[in-house]
């Protein structure tokens, strides 16, 4: 990545030391969403343990040299267990590599990096995290969607599905309904109709706008914009393609980084 971080005067990174780990996040997608230190952290990596949605853009700044491991998760297929992530991780550390574990987006939201991270502290390895924009927060923005206005109170950023991919049946969805004016749900697509079902139940109007935003940042992202009491009836031929992001109670406005 020699030459692709841009020299900025006056900032002085610290390195990344050999047998340490830096949780680095990715950003949505689009390569200018990386931060300073992340393309400071690709930099000086020997080795990169990623995600499966990782841009691939991102990945051709990173020099052919630098070993890459993909440890990626894909909703429904067979991946490898975070247990055996982590243990590799620590065991990348401890031959004392320079270790970057990229992440999609923030890697402190909705990925298992806190997980990481504490195991690896447990090991005995220096861990440092690396924030990045997350797709909830910065995709949507790429994408036309403002989280607040004057009058939303609150944004709740919420799971669609349980820590072992189970229906999130079991979720207070009053409490969120009534609390947050715009809900942002990672990984919830399956469960859109007992989500809609749910935030119905609980009082929020059928005719509330939601967006559904596939693979904010990149250039296939897709918008579809519908309302609750449409949602549960989307046919698969109707969803943006994966990743993607349900969002209740916003519709995109103005301008937007769409596909050229
Ligand atoms: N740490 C990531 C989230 C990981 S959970 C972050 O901060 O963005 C994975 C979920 O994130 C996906 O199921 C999807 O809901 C969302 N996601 C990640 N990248 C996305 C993108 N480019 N566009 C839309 N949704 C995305």
Redesign the pocket.
């Known amino acids: 990545m020699q030459g692709v971080m841009p020299k900025v005067r006056g900032l002085d990174f610290p390195p990344l030391k050999a047998g340490e780990v830096w949780l680095v ?1 990715a ?3 689009d390569p200018g969403l990386l931060t300073l230190l992340a393309c400071h952290a690709l930099e000086q990596a020997e080795v990169v343990v990623h ?1 499966a ?1 990782i ?1 691939a853009r991102i990945f051709d700044l990173i020099p052919a040299a630098v070993e890459r491991v993909d440890v990626g998760k894909r ?1 429904g297929r067979e991946s490898p267990r975070q247990d055996s992530i982590t243990a590799r991780l620590i065991a990348l550390a401890r031959q004392g590599k320079k270790v970057v574990r990229l ?9 298992r ?1 806190p997980e990481e991270a504490v195991a690896l502290e447990q090991a005995g390895i220096v861990v440092r995290v690396v924030p ?6 910065g ?1 949507l923005a790429w994408a036309g969607l403002p989280l607040t206005t004057r009058e939303g109170v609150a944004v709740a950023l919420v ?2 599905h349980g820590p072992d991919g189970e229906a999130p049946t079991d979720f207070d969805w009053r409490a969120l309904a009534q609390s947050a004016s715009v809900l942002v ?5 399956r469960q859109r109709a007992e989500i809609a079902r749910q935030l119905m139940k609980a009082g929020r109007p059928a005719d509330e706008p939601v967006s559904l ?6 250039p296939e ?1 897709v918008v579809v914009v519908t309302t609750l009491g449409q949602l549960g009836g989307l046919t698969e031929a109707e969803l943006p393609p ?5 969002v209740i109670g916003r519709r995109p406005m103005g301008s937007t980084w769409a596909p050229v």
Not at 185 to 189: C, F, H, K, T, V
Not at 242 to 246: D, E, I, R
């Open positions: 996040g950003g949505p997608g995600d949605l841009d909703a992440k999609g987006g923030d890697p402190f939201v909705f990925g990096g990045g924009i997350s797709a909830g927060l995709g799971t669609g749900i990672y990984m919830g697509l935003v596939g693979r904010a940042a990149t992202q994966t990743p993607a992001l349900m």
